[in-house]
Structures are given as C-alpha cells and as structure tokens.
C-alpha cells in the first residue's frame, strides 16, 4: 500500500522553506535569475516514469531561487504587496494539508464556520453595518468583480430589469462614474461585467482624490440607474476619497457608490487613521485586501456588501446535484465568483485571532510611521522631491526633477539590492513609488533602504 503521509518529505519541504525565512531579510530583494536562467536550471523533459519527490523538491527549490523576489521580506516596496504574518504561513500550511474545496457547507463545515466569524470580526474592525454580507476572493480585482456585480443587479432591479435572468442585451443603460485616477481593476472589473468602456470620469485633485463639486455636475446630466466608484488608497499617494461628501451626492440620485479599498480600508482599525476615512461606512460596497496590510499570504481578498440580497443574487446558482443548505449554514460560494477554491478564510482568522484589534491597528500605525520616515530621510537629499502628503503608507518621490534621474534611480536601487520599489507615472511625471506593506519592516530596515536609493542618484 502507498504510504499516505510521507514525513521526511513534508520535513524536507518544511526545512526548504525555513532556511528561505530565515535569510530571507539578508538575500538581496530583486531576482537575481533571468528568464534562460530559470529555463536551464527548471525545464527538463517529463519523463515517463516520474522522478523522486524528494528529489523534486529539492530540484524546485534550488532551480526557482534565483528567480524568487523578496517580496515576503522587509525591504521589498513594490506594488503594494504585504509579507505574510508568522500566524497567517503556519494557519496557510494548514490550510494545504486539509485540502478543503469551500464551496457549500457540506463540502467543509469548519471552513464554511470559520468564514461567518471571520465576517464578523472584519466588520466589527472596519466598524461597516453589521448586516452586510461578506465574500472571501482572489484579491483586490475580484472585490470589486463581485461588488460592482451586486451593483449591477441592485440598480437594474430598482430600474425592473433583472440582470442574472435577462441579461445586459436590451437592459436599461447603466450610467458607470469613477474618479479620473481610479485603479486599472475597476476598468477590468467593469469590463467583465459587460460594461465596456462606456465610463464617465471624475476630475481629480492634486493628491488623486475624486472632486465632490465635479461629480454633483457630472450626475446632473445624467439619467437612469448610476454606480459610482470612489478610491480609498490612491495606488500612488495613499490618498482617500472625500466619502463624507461623495456619498450624499451619490445617494441623492439613487445611485450605489463602490469603494475600491484594496489598501485603504485597514486605515479604519487605527484610531489615529480613522478621520481620514470618515464617511466610507456611508457606500454600498468595499473591496480590500488581506493580503496587503494585514499579511496574510497570497491570495486573499475581501468582498462587503451592505445590501445582502443583491451581494448573494448576483453570485449563487443552483443545481440538482449540489446539496445547499437551506438553513443557517453559509455556503460560501453564495458570496464569490469562485465554487472550488481553497480555504483562503483561515488564515485572515489566524490573523485576526492572534492580532486582535489593538494588534491590527499597532500594525496599520506602524506601516504609516515608517513611509512618513522614509518620506523624511529622503527629502533631506537636495534633489528630492516628496510629491505626495503621506497620509497612509505610500511614499511618491521624484529626483532632481528629472524624468531621466528619477527612472535612474529606480533602476540603480533595484540592481543594488537592498531594497525593491516600482516606479510610476503621476501627473505627466516619472516617479519612484514606496508602499511600505510589511509587518517586518523595521526603523532599520528604512534607514539602510533610504541611504541605498540616495546612493544611487549620480
């Protein structure tokens, strides 16, 4: 008979990636491997009678390593992306060794559990109607998939359409307004969803926030069902939408506001933070990351909806052979695009479990503090330039106000090694673009970054 656990294994693939961890803070933050480097050391024929496990692994691991960012580590700035909290990588392996499929209730009940406290703890967190329905998703993009879906049914049904049985051919037009800096996943979502490109934007301010003056004149020429996406986290500045003001005008008109919140919404766990989101409990919709600033792996996203009924009658399906509950029981996939998919819910409640609120909120403080050091050690080089108010965790800097400096910058940081960031484009400008997402990420870990990328300024 086959051996069914296969200890040694496990314990190999346990020791691989520990001594990952543990130099990970010390190994250099960009990939070191180009594509024909990860092709020699990975690409070899599929054999016929299968190789070795251990062998396999072990080939994996040292093949793949030269093409592995630091992106888990405490220096990496790229993009937004958060490392992974201790709790959250040992709740993720234990989540691979139950090998659930979360789709119904009777497919895993303690997922299905686990879900509806998770729900209620992150509620409680970002102080959102305690009614609304929660999804567990992919990311950032299918939060908003799922948001703007139960948008789309919620404003056609209120026009008497309903959009699951008839579908868009013929519907009521559905006028779609979003801010002129809104993220490249609204555009993706909005585009599934059967929208196109038939979109009105919102002028911007200096720091990419939506203009309420503009948007009022804007939803004054239009009729018929309105969806509104506003921004809580410009991917540039961290900036914030003025929800306070928007959700009103929005409300006026009948119309249901979205809040993209991939980042942005965790600012509503930390006291000192919160002003700056005041108003985003007034929208209908949010869609956030856990994988961003609470650092729970890849992937991880959070779908809310304060009217439920739309939420689940957008998404669910039924059929002859599943077996739905017709109770109390949460059949998670009511709430996600997704049927079969892994259990991604466990390790938000480890996260949670183990931070609690206080935890949370040291947590999204933290991150703050160390961009607006960053922001300060940079700025004291004369040929810096902060564009942004750093108001959450994102640093936009430029250098000697030159386009060409500033992409040679980004450019000589990322080959140094020490840390990793992105650049952008803001206003018409090239710019270097540090999120400071990492749970790890310590004064230290700043000071030695900053005075790399100075280095760099030739």
Avoid at 114 to 119: A, F, V
């Amino acid at each position: 008979m086959r051996q069914f656990v296969d200890e040694s294994l496990l314990r190999r693939a346990h020791d691989r990636a520990v001594d990952f961890l543990r130099a990970l803070p010390q190994r250099p933050v960009g990939a070191r491997a180009s594509r024909q480097d990860l092709l020699a050391a990975l690409s070899v024929p599929l054999s016929d009678e299968g190789q070795d496990a251990v062998q396999v692994i072990d080939a994996l691991s040292r093949g793949a390593d030269g093409g592995i960012t630091g992106s888990a580590g405490p220096r990496y700035f790229g993009f937004v992306i958060g490392g992974s909290l201790p709790v959250a990588l040992a709740a993720d392996w234990l989540t691979s060794a139950w090998d659930q499929n979360c789709g119904i209730f009777v497919t895993s009940p303690a997922v299905s559990v686990i879900e509806e406290i998770s729900r209620e703890w992150l509620l409680e967190l970002f102080d959102l109607p305690r009614t609304a329905s929660v999804g567990f998703v992919t990311g950032g993009q299918m939060a908003n998939f799922t948001a703007l879906a139960a948008a789309r049914h919620a404003v056609l049904r209120s026009a008497g359409w309903n959009v699951e049985e008839e579908g868009l051919i013929g519907a009521p037009p559905v006028n779609v307004i979003l801010g002129a800096e809104a993220h490249i996943t609204i555009y993706s979502s909005l585009r599934m969803l059967g929208f196109g490109k038939r979109l009105q934007q919102v002028a911007t301010d200096e720091q990419g926030r939506m203009r309420p003056a503009e948007l009022r004149r804007v939803l004054a020429s239009l009729s018929g069902p309105i969806i509104v996406c506003s921004q809580a986290g410009n991917v540039n500045t961290g900036s914030v939408d003025p929800m306070g003001e928007i959700a009103p005008i929005v409300h006026e008109r009948g119309g249901w506001l979205h809040v993209d919140a991939a980042f942005g919404l965790w600012g509503r766990a930390s006291r000192e933070k919160r002003a700056l989101l005041e108003g985003a409990e007034l929208a209908d919709s949010w869609g956030t990351d856990a994988h961003k600033w609470l650092n729970v792996p890849y992937d991880s996203g959070i779908v809310i909806v304060r009217d439920s009924a739309a939420h689940r009658a957008s998404m669910t399906v039924t059929a002859e052979y599943l077996e739905q509950s017709a109770g109390k029981e949460r059949d998670p996939f009511d709430w996600a695009p997704e049927f079969s998919r892994r259990g991604r819910a466990i390790p938000i409640y480890a996260a949670l479990r183990h931070l609690g609120r206080r935890g949370v909120e040291s947590l999204v403080d933290r991150l703050c503090a160390r961009a607006r050091q960053m922001a300060a050690l940079l700025a004291r080089h004369k040929s810096v330039r902060i564009l942004n108010d750093v108001v959450l965790n994102q640093v936009l800097v430029r250098f000697a106000d030159s386009d060409e400096t500033t992409r040679a910058v980004i450019v000589n940081a990322q080959k140094e090694g020490t840390c990793w960031m992105a650049g952008t484009t803001w206003h018409g400008m090239a710019a270097m673009r540090i999120s400071v997402s990492n749970w790890a990420t310590s004064e230290e870990d700043i000071e030695r970054s900053a005075a790399a990328i100075l280095k760099g300024i030739r």
